[in-house]
């Protein structure tokens, strides 16, 4: 009787869901980890000025009203306060929820759904944003029917 | 003719009480859950679990001995050197990753029971013995070992005890793979290079007798290297031999940047 030949079982075998495939992206991991930090400290400096200028200065809270807003984004200097917040809080936290997909997702079918959700979000919401920003204005014209403030210059 | 006076060894300053007596070691009763697993028997882990009478000087591993010689011989477990030295007997003690030789049972909590099972994020092929291969594969691919330029030098190579110094706790590695399998990120991504291939290659990228230090940087700059690290900090409170992991790992990160930007 033919004895039966049992593979060695320590004969460099690595279950394939260790070993590494994919080759790697250049630097990208490296500049994302670094984006992660630098972005990340200035959106300290960004996000508490935001807040304290919105929430706390001059009326505080009781002052935020379309007025407000647009009398803000009449400024050029709020203009790209605001577009800088948008685009590197955008960046930031897309990448951050791309880091836990990573993290957490333990299929690739998975990971690639899900990432798909997000940098589609991620688009909508950088361009509506950035759309807003540059074409918002505060005296709009609807119907014929100018929508006149008294910040609004007259007609 | 003198001789020198040889100074006597000064006495004992531990007291111990008149309760103790001499040669008396403590016993207490303990229950052990261990996670067997055998894919030859059922697809199924389960937990077994043994009342047993220890003594105060007993470690986990005396008790899976103890399981393992005189109640169930088919409690499969490696261990080898039994004094924390080899790395064999890494496993989940309590929820937490340890070496069962230098765990003492005294240490944990012996009002409940002592949960055993295998370490998490690596194939289990049978109760608490894992596949290390993935591990070492990692390993391997770091380079754990001394890579030179030119020729020999006619002398030993000499080096500083400051340069020395200078990777002295990544060279304590026993290679026992509880850093790599408390990370979570290795957990669910088995790609990942893990603390424990990073430790080792932190041992030769700052070892300045060492000139492959760029390659190394190179392997761990990859998308499965150090930035997938997310400074959870579970591998330094793993470790048992101390080595302050996480600490290794950001010290090779900053190598990769500061090479590279
Ligand atoms: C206040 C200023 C902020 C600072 C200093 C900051 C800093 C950081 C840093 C350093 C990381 C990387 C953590 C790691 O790699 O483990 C991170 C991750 C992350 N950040 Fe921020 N961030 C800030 C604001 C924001 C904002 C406004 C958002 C949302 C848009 C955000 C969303 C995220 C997400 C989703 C992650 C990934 C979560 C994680 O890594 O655990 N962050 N942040
Ligand atoms: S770094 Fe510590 S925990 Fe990791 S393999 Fe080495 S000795 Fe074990
Ligand atoms: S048996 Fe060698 S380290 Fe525990």
């Not at chain 1, 979000?121 to 759309?131: D, K, Q, R, S």
């Not at chain 2, 008790?63 to 890494?90: P, Q, T």
């Not at chain 2, 600490?247 to 090479?259: D, F, P």
């Amino acid at each position: 009787m033919a004895t039966p030949t049992i593979d060695s079982p320590r004969s460099g075998r690595v279950s394939p869901g260790y070993s590494r495939t994919s080759s790697s992206r250049g630097n990208f991991e490296m500049i994302a980890w670094l984006f992660m930090r630098l972005s990340g400290a200035i959106l300290v400096v960004l996000i508490f000025v935001h807040l304290y200028i919105n929430l706390v200065a001059g009326d505080g809270i009781t002052g935020i009203d379309f007025g407000f807003v647009a009398g803000k984004w009449a400024d050029p200097f709020w203009q790209v306060w605001d577009l800088t917040l948008l685009w590197l809080s955008m960046l930031h936290g897309t990448n951050g929820i791309r880091v836990i997909i990573n993290d957490y997702a333990d299929k690739n079918s998975t990971r690639m759904w899900l990432k798909g959700v997000l940098y589609t979000a991620t688009v909508v919401i950088v361009v509506l944003g950035t759309l807003v920003i540059f074409t918002f204005d505060p005296c709009p014209v609807i119907d014929g029917v100018a929508h006149v403030a008294d910040y609004c210059p007259a007609p | 003719m003198s001789t020198e006076t040889v100074e006597k060894e000064p006495a004992s300053k531990i007291d111990l009480g008149p309760e103790v007596a001499g040669g008396e070691i403590p016993t207490f009763d303990i229950t052990l859950k261990v996670r067997r697993y055998n894919p030859e028997v059922s697809d199924e882990a389960h937990w077994d679990e043994w009342q047993l009478t220890m003594y105060g000087t007993d470690r986990v591993l005396d008790a899976l001995h103890k399981v393992k010689w005189e109640h169930d011989g088919s409690v499969s477990f490696r261990r080898s050197c039994a004094h924390g030295v080899c790395g064999s007997d890494a496993m989940r003690i309590n929820g937490r990753n340890r070496l069962a030789c230098k765990t003492l049972l005294k240490d944990l909590d012996t009002s409940k029971p002592i949960l055993v099972e295998p370490i998490k994020g690596l194939p289990v092929e049978k109760d608490l013995i894992v596949d290390m291969e993935p591990f070492f594969q990692s390993y391997r691919e770091i380079m754990p070992f001394l890579i030179t330029k030119g020729h020999e030098p006619t002398k030993e190579r000499l080096q500083s005890a400051e340069e020395r110094d200078r990777y002295d706790d990544t060279t304590k590695c026993i290679l026992c793979a509880a850093c790599t399998s408390s990370c979570p990120v290795f957990w669910t991504d088995g790609q990942y290079f893990g603390p424990a291939a990073i430790v080792n290659a932190h041992r030769f990228i700052f070892d300045s007798r060492d000139d492959a230090g760029d390659m190394r940087l190179e392997i761990l700059n990859d998308k499965e290297g150090v930035w997938r690290c997310r400074t959870t900090f579970n591998c330094s409170e793993a470790c048992p031999r101390g080595i302050q992991v996480t600490k290794a790992i950001s010290e090779v990160k900053q190598a990769i940047l500061t090479r590279k930007v």
